[in-house]
């Protein structure tokens, strides 16, 4: 039986191999930074579902959980609280991606990568 587990590892692997083959194989910019941004949320996808413990619940502790019982059953949060983290720092990158996608369009009415030759050695 598929649960919800396999779902949400399958679905971070595949966002993850969308992304890859985004950034080796397209030559527009924009697409090149949706594939990173793919790459980047698969990730992120990942790590929730790693960190997940079946039958466990938010670690909140309060009337429904004690702070005596609450290593049995609550789930880790630091996967959660990296996760955060790191959609943040992708946020960031990405608008720094696209403001460097703007200023090469800009300057060379383009946003083919074959069409710089300042990139080439």
């Known amino acids: 039986m598929i649960t919800l587990e396999y779902i949400t590892l399958g679905t971070g692997i595949l966002l993850m191999l969308m992304g890859i083959w985004g950034l080796f194989t397209q030559k527009n910019l924009i697409k090149i930074v949706i594939g990173f941004t793919l790459v980047d949320t ?13 039958n466990r619940t938010a ?9 005596s019982e609450a290593a049995d059953k609550v789930v880790d949060p630091i996967p959660q609280a990296m996760v955060l ?6 946020l960031g990158i990405t608008a720094l991606m696209l403001t460097f996608v703007v200023k090469m369009a800009k300057d060379n009415n383009s946003l083919n990568v074959s069409n710089f030759k300042s990139l080439k050695w």
Do not use: Q, Y
């Open 42 to 54: 698969g990730i992120h996808i990942l790590m929730v579902s790693i960190g997940h413990i079946k």
């Open 59 to 67: 670690p909140i502790i309060d009337d429904a959980v004690n702070a």
């Open 85 to 90: 983290t790191a959609i943040v720092i992708g």
